[in-house]
Structures are given as C-alpha cells and as structure tokens.
C-alpha cells in the first residue's frame, strides 16, 4: 500500500507464539498517543483525523482490503 494516511508495512513474519511487523516510522507520534496528550480536541481536528481515516479506508477498499479492526483507545 502506497498512500500517504497509511503506515507501510515492510514486513511481517511470526513464531509459535507471536507475530512481528515491520512498519514505517511514524514520526509524528500515533493517533492514539495524541490523542491521549490532548484529551479534547477542537472539532475542526477531529474532522481532519476523521475525513483522513475515511480517505484511507476508501483507498483500502478499492485495493479489495478490508480493515476489521480500527479503533482508538484512551
């Protein structure tokens, strides 16, 4: 996947017990860490990070990708 609201995944491989990813470096941080600083947001931010989700997940389904698992924890 090549789409600039996504996180590349470079590699995954697993053992007996677990499973490891590789991924991009996300330089800025993660939602949820933000997310966990700020506590509140304005409501124009939380339309950007909403409006930028559902443009990613769009580009994921259009590659027949489906996500089941997106959720934000406080």
């Known amino acids: 996947?090549?789409?600039?609201?996504?996180?590349r995944l470079?590699?995954?491989?697993?053992?007996?017990k677990n499973i490891y990813t590789i991924c991009e470096h996300a330089k800025n941080g993660t939602l949820k860490?933000?997310?966990s600083q700020k506590k509140k947001l304005?409501?124009?931010?939380?339309?950007?990070?909403?409006f930028?989700?559902?443009?990613?997940l769009d580009y994921l389904h259009?590659?027949?990708v489906i996500h089941c698992?997106?959720?934000?924890?406080f």
């Open 1 to 7: 996947m090549n789409h600039s609201h996504i996180i």
């Open 10 to 16: 470079y590699e995954a491989f697993e053992d007996e």
């Open 33 to 35: 860490h933000y997310l």
């Open 42 to 50: 304005k409501e124009r931010e939380a339309f950007v990070f909403v």
């Open 52 to 56: 930028q989700t559902c443009i990613a």
């Open 62 to 64: 259009k590659k027949s």
């Open 69 to 73: 698992d997106i959720q934000v924890f």
